[in-house]
């Protein structure tokens, strides 16, 4: 390169150098969409709409909630995945779809990366629970039929992949028993046709609902998945009180982004959630229902959410398999 040309290349860089950066676009710019990858009703549901009006509160712009649900929460997040990373598009879901459901095939994006871990909001003890047509009373008569008729137990789940379906994997194999899974799409629909008996075992996340069903005597509680038995169960042992530590699962719910969304708009988002989160109408409606408030910081959620995916592959190697 030639003296005159390098003088020129120098002066053109210093020129650059003296250009002011280019601003960020503002943001909100519009209204912001909340897939939520169950269907209307339930307690994520509920949670995740208030979420969604604290969020238009803060932010000044309306916050419209998307129920996609299928593939136990992969619809939601094949949709948010597809979504531009600008702020405008977010989902509320279990960890389960990113963390176990990728493991048993193809979900249509790289859990890891095309979708990014925003905020946490609550962790949910799973309830394993006896319909009217379940006629034991305790865990171990459950245990006792499935193994005098193998697979006659019917055991439903909101869906493949679930922290519900997962606990029955795990009941099967630490127990040695053989039920059959009867998934559904969500919690809204299953809990009807275990009212009518339409199978004997339910695992469900802890919700007033379902609750109100035990306290009237419609369902039979028969175990939780928890750190310890609910204050509203006291007599309900957790899955590890009966043998079973492995089944002693509890969901993990939060909000997502897409992949690509930059680090900065993600810290925003964690920090306006979080905020929103803090209210005490939410708190208090979670620990009302023993669901407990769930506020990490962005990168602490991003390596929760990573190190139940390598558990779950290593679930996966054991040779457990969810299906």
Same mark, same amino acid.
């Given at each position: 390169?030639?003296?005159?040309?390098?003088?020129?290349?120098?002066?053109?860089?210093?020129?650059?150098?003296?250009?002011?950066?280019?601003?960020?676009?503002?943001?909100?710019?519009?209204?912001?969409?909340?897939?939520?990858?169950?269907?209307?009703?339930?307690?994520?549901?509920?949670?995740?709409?208030?979420?969604?009006?604290?969020?238009?509160? #803060?932010?000044?712009?309306?916050? #419209?909630?998307?129920?996609?649900?299928?593939?136990?929460?992969?619809?939601?997040?094949?949709?948010?995945?597809?979504?531009?990373?600008?702020?405008?598009?977010?989902?509320?879901?279990?960890?389960?779809?990113?963390?176990?459901?990728?493991?048993?095939?193809?979900?249509?994006?790289?859990?890891?990366?095309?979708?990014?871990?925003?905020?946490?909001?609550?962790?949910?003890?799973?309830?394993?629970?006896?319909?009217?047509?379940?006629?034991?009373?305790?865990?171990?008569?459950?245990?006792?039929?499935?193994?005098?008729?193998?697979?006659?137990? #019917?055991?439903?789940?909101?869906?493949?992949?679930?922290?519900?379906?997962?606990?029955?994997?795990?009941?099967?194999?630490?127990?040695?028993?053989?039920?059959?899974?009867?998934?559904?799409?969500?919690? &809204?629909?299953?809990?009807?046709?275990?009212?009518?008996?339409?199978?004997?075992?339910?695992?469900?996340?802890?919700?007033?609902?379902?609750?109100?069903?035990?306290?009237?005597?419609?369902?039979?509680?028969?175990?939780?998945?928890?750190?310890?038995?609910?204050?509203?169960?006291?007599?309900?042992?957790?899955?590890?009180?009966?043998?079973?530590?492995?089944?002693?699962?509890?969901?993990?719910?939060?909000?997502?982004?897409?992949?690509?969304?930059?680090?900065?708009?993600?810290?925003?988002?964690?920090?306006?959630?979080?905020?929103?989160?803090?209210?005490?109408?939410?708190?208090?409606?979670?620990?009302?229902?023993?669901?407990?408030?769930?506020?990490?910081?962005?990168?602490?959620?991003?390596?929760?959410?990573?190190?139940?995916?390598?558990?779950? #592959?290593?679930?996966?190697?054991? &040779?457990?398999?969810?299906?």
């Amino acid at each position: 390169m030639s003296a005159n040309r390098r003088q020129l290349m120098a002066a053109w860089l210093a020129l650059a150098a003296s250009w002011p950066a280019w601003p960020a676009p503002p943001w909100p710019a519009r209204p912001l969409r909340l897939i939520v990858v169950y269907p209307p009703g339930g307690l994520s549901d509920g949670v995740a709409r208030a979420i969604a009006e604290g969020l238009a509160a #803060r932010l000044g712009v309306p916050v #419209r909630v998307d129920n996609r649900a299928g593939g136990g929460g992969v619809v939601g997040l094949q949709a948010l995945a597809r979504a531009a990373p600008d702020g405008h598009t977010l989902a509320f879901s279990a960890t389960s779809p990113l963390t176990l459901r990728p493991h048993l095939g193809p979900v249509g994006f790289d859990p890891l990366r095309d979708v990014a871990p925003v905020a946490s909001a609550m962790v949910t003890p799973v309830l394993l629970v006896g319909t009217p047509a379940f006629t034991g009373e305790r865990f171990a008569d459950l245990l006792q039929q499935a193994r005098e008729r193998p697979g006659a137990l #019917r055991w439903a789940t909101s869906g493949v992949a679930t922290a519900g379906h997962l606990v029955l994997e795990q009941v099967q194999a630490g127990a040695g028993i053989a039920v059959t899974h009867i998934p559904y799409k969500g919690g &809204g629909q299953q809990i009807n046709d275990a009212l009518g008996g339409q199978f004997e075992l339910l695992s469900t996340n802890v919700a007033p609902l379902q609750l109100q069903h035990v306290a009237a005597g419609r369902f039979k509680p028969l175990a939780v998945g928890a750190p310890r038995r609910l204050d509203v169960l006291p007599d309900v042992p957790t899955f590890a009180e009966l043998g079973l530590p492995q089944a002693n699962v509890s969901s993990l719910f939060g909000v997502f982004a897409p992949g690509d969304t930059p680090a900065a708009l993600l810290d925003r988002l964690n920090a306006e959630i979080n905020r929103v989160l803090a209210s005490p109408a939410i708190r208090d409606r979670l620990l009302a229902s023993d669901n407990l408030p769930a506020t990490d910081g962005r990168a602490a959620f991003e390596r929760r959410v990573a190190e139940e995916w390598l558990s779950h #592959r290593r679930l996966k190697d054991a &040779g457990i398999r969810l299906e």
